[in-house]
């Protein structure tokens, strides 16, 4: 485990230097050009998630940030954020490496879904999140040796016909805005720091129980999807025929999407009742597909790897594996991270997981920190399994 690349999140102004606990975005840089130097011909790859927009994770809280819309917030991401990142990432002593940045999980799709929260409205109407993923962009892309990939969500958010293509106009319209346009993006990613199967072994969108279409069981939710693969593969393909370039490269986070033990079926159910038959057969064990907190019964999922499908640049971990998605409970921080009840074991939802239990784990930490209890269940249900 301690030998698989993980993502480097920089989710505060202050992950920029880092501190006597945690290493700055420069020692990062100079342990990578160490291990480069050891990697042969080959050169590595470095992974960050740039993850500090004004109104962050607008209809969440426990992942909320430090710079706010009202207060500065778009000038501060620009001028103290994406500045200093960019200065570090062009030093010519890190020419030789690959770096890889994830532009700002859960930001745009926001624009699309979740305009009744407040902040999100806000980030929309003052144009922050469109602004701010711009600048990203033009300041990221113009450093020859670093490759971007936009969040582009998953597959239970963003499936729905409603939700699908006003999400591929906004990425248009928000790229083809930035000064290199099109061009200034490598890819999209999806399921970041989230917990949906990479693909369904069992069933796909076309099955039928009984002459009824899993699309009307209650986990599919008359969704065009049922897995991360297939979401992203269609979404590549609008993508291009919307106007961006052919050679589009997708990612999926695996970090968590595995899904074994002894929970994990072993075949198709052979139940003639759609909803049975759909629960007894997918392998992604959640209670409702829009549960994202510390899920428990959750296990690693596929290790890294390059070009895994047609299209698709890898597989990644850009979740840490043991890094909480939030507490579970109010804890007071100086980072902004509140207290999201989809993050309480006892919370019976929302409109947004249909009113399910939120199947969060227990007495979990803040969000980003180390959290051994949910650590040692991913390793205990990884697929494939970790020898």
Excluded at 108 to 135: H, I, M, Q, W
Excluded at 147 to 165: E, M, P, V
Excluded at 274 to 300: E, P
Excluded at 346 to 360: D, E, K, V
């Amino acid at each position: 485990m301690a030998n698989t690349s993980t993502a480097v999140w920089l989710d505060r102004i202050a992950a920029i230097a880092g501190s006597s606990s945690a290493m700055g975005l420069r020692a990062h840089l100079d342990e990578a050009v160490r291990q480069d130097a050891a990697n042969g011909s080959a050169p590595l790859t470095v992974q960050f998630v740039i993850y500090d927009l004004p109104n962050r994770d607008c209809s969440a809280l426990a992942s909320n940030g430090e710079l706010l819309v009202a207060e500065n917030g778009l000038n501060r991401y620009k001028t103290e954020y994406i500045d200093p990142i960019s200065a570090i990432m062009s030093d010519s002593a890190y020419a030789n490496l690959r770096i890889v940045t994830i532009i700002e999980p859960d930001s745009l799709p926001n624009l699309v879904t979740n305009l009744s929260f407040a902040k999100c409205a806000e980030a929309n109407s003052s144009g922050a999140y469109v602004d701010g993923v711009r600048y990203a962009l033009n300041k990221l892309h113009a450093i020859t040796n670093v490759y971007t990939y936009i969040d582009a969500a998953h597959h239970a958010w963003l499936g729905w016909d409603s939700n699908f293509n006003p999400t591929v106009n906004l990425f248009y319209n928000t790229v083809a805005g930035a000064t290199a346009g099109v061009d200034s993006v490598d890819g999209f990613i999806v399921n970041t720091a989230n917990y949906g199967a990479t693909t369904e072994p069992y069933f796909t969108i076309n099955s039928s129980v009984n002459g009824t279409s899993v699309r009307q069981s209650k986990w599919v939710d008359w969704n065009w999807y049922v897995d991360e693969q297939s979401f992203a593969a269609a979404l590549r393909s609008a993508l291009i025929a919307k106007g961006f370039k052919s050679g589009l490269g997708m990612l999926i986070d695996t970090s968590r999407n595995g899904w074994g033990g002894s929970a994990r079926p072993s075949g198709p159910s052979t139940s003639t009742n759609v909803d049975d038959f759909v629960n007894q057969s997918r392998t992604d064990r959640r209670i409702h597909a829009g549960n994202w907190c510390n899920q428990s019964g959750a296990g690693l999922g596929a290790r890294p790897t390059a070009s895994p499908a047609a299209g698709f640049d890898a597989y990644v971990w850009i979740k840490p594996p043991g890094e909480s998605d939030g507490a579970s409970s109010d804890i007071p921080n100086d980072e902004g991270k509140k207290f999201d009840r989809m993050c309480d074991p006892t919370y019976h939802g929302n409109s947004l997981n249909g009113n399910n239990l939120s199947g969060a784990l227990p007495n979990s930490p803040l969000s980003g920190r180390w959290f051994s209890a949910q650590f040692q269940e991913l390793l205990r249900n990884a697929y494939p399994p970790v020898n």
